[in-house]
């Protein structure tokens, strides 16, 4: 039964989208290889180049780095978060970057989490798994609340003729009680 329970938890996960966005190909295939098993992934190797696969990609997660050649990674995630078709993807920043000023940038321009370079790897899978967790339970929460709109709506919709009925019949002098 717990083997059942984990071989569900792990089909689950793998339905998740990472973007892997790094200019260091060796730092993409150290990410690659410890997630590949996990999630679905896709890497970019600028910031340039994550921008135009994130529209067709639509990554649940973006595994970010901050000094890149072009646009660097503060930019690329505030045009994320910019962006409300992709405002809902996560974004944990894994950068060399560790000074405090500079994890406050990073959180000012949308990211989610910060995770300093050299990373232990089990750590930033946690993390990863916490803010995929999180994001399900909010896609989960508007669809419940979408559901109940759209419930209220359709359940009252046949009774607006009733009541239009019942409101004309109540004008109508020549009509008693």
Do not use: W
Not at 22 to 48: F, M, Q, R
Not at 141 to 170: C, V, W, Y
């Amino acid at each position: 039964m717990e083997d059942e329970l984990f071989d569900i938890e792990d089909s689950i996960q793998t339905n998740f989208k990472v973007l892997i966005v790094d200019d260091i190909p060796h730092n993409v295939e150290i990410l690659e290889t410890s997630l590949e098993d996990k999630y679905i992934l896709e890497t970019a190797g600028s910031g340039e180049e994550a921008l135009e696969i994130i529209p067709k990609f639509r990554p649940d997660l973006v595994l970010l780095d901050i000094m890149m050649p072009g646009i660097d990674g503060y930019e690329v995630c505030r045009r994320i978060k910019a962006d409300d078709n992709l405002s809902y993807i996560k974004i944990i920043l894994v950068t060399g970057k560790a000074l405090v000023e500079e994890r406050l940038k990073g959180y000012e321009v949308g990211a989610d989490d910060y995770v300093t370079k050299p990373f232990v790897i089990r750590e930033l899978e946690a993390k990863i798994k916490v803010f995929l967790n999180l994001k399900r339970s909010r896609e989960i929460d508007q669809l419940k609340t979408d559901l109940l709109i759209l419930f209220a709506h359709e359940t009252r919709t046949p009774l607006n003729g009733i009541i239009g009925g019942s409101d004309l019949l109540m004008l109508d002098d020549s009509l008693d009680e």
